[in-house]
Structure formats: C-alpha cells, structure tokens
C-alpha cells in the first residue's frame, strides 16, 4: 500500500470542509427563496394556487351552463321535430282523403258519362223514330192552338236564356 503523504492529508481536510460550507450557503439561499416568496403572497394577496381553483371553478360554471343551454336547445329542437312529424302525418293523411275523394269524382265522373251517353242514344233514336214518324204522316198543317203553345214556349225560353 501507498502511504499518503503530509501534504495530501492537508489537500483532503480542505477538500472535506469545502462540500459541507456549500451545502449550508445552498441550504441558506433556498430557505430565504422560500420565506421571500411566502412574504410576497401574504402581502401581495396575490396566490397562483387560489387564483386557479378559482378558474377552473369558474371553467366549470361556464361548462354546466353551455350544457344547460345544448340540452335545451335539443328539447327545443326534438319538440319542433315532433310537431313537424305530427303535421306531416296530418298532411299525409289529408292527401290521402283528398285522393280517395278524387278517385271516388272520377268514378262518379265516369257513370255520369256512360248514363249522359245512353241518354244521347236514346234521344238520338227518339228523334230518328219521330222524324220516320213524320215522314210516314201526310203533311198536315198544325192547328191554332198548337201554334199558341209553341209561341209561349219560344217566348218562355227567351226571356230565360
């Protein structure tokens, strides 16, 4: 083994109370970082800490209020689009009256026709049947009052037309 020499003795008793003084000047400073800034929040009244609960309560009091609100405005929105779901279905139910009514029209529209046609046949066939009639007769002159009743007809029927 080396044996230490005087003067190496001497380095190593410097070197030991060198660490020991820094660590006290190091403890110093940061213990008088921490009372300086203990002092400065108590007399400034001024807390980060407090300053940011108050935010984040203030955060979630605008948060519970906008979803307040949505919840709202989505009752409101499923009211509206209920209402509108129940007209549709009374305009649906409407238009399917409407074309019930329309297709009953048309059918009556349609046996309006057919008896407005038979009619035209029958009329048609009186009138050739008469007009054979006539033809069959010996031309004879009509008699006064005949004439007469023809004359009111005619007269009736102008004033009314």
Known sequence: MVELAPRNAELS???GVQPIAIGAVALVLVLF???SIALYRSFTGNMPETDR???ARQLQAKTAQVSEALVEKTKGLEATQQ???DQLQTVQD???TLRRQIAAQQADNKKLSEQIAALT??????RQAQANAQANEPAAEPSPRKRSKRS???KRQRSRG
Not at 121 to 126: A, D, P, R, S
């Open 121 to 126: 046949e029958q009329i048609e066939g009186l």
């Open 13 to 15: 008793s410097r070197i």
């Open 94 to 96: 409407q238009l399917q």
């Open 53 to 55: 609960m108050v935010a």
């Open 83 to 85: 209402e509108s779901i």
């Open 33 to 35: 970082g921490i009372g």
């Open 152 to 154: 009111a007809y005619r």
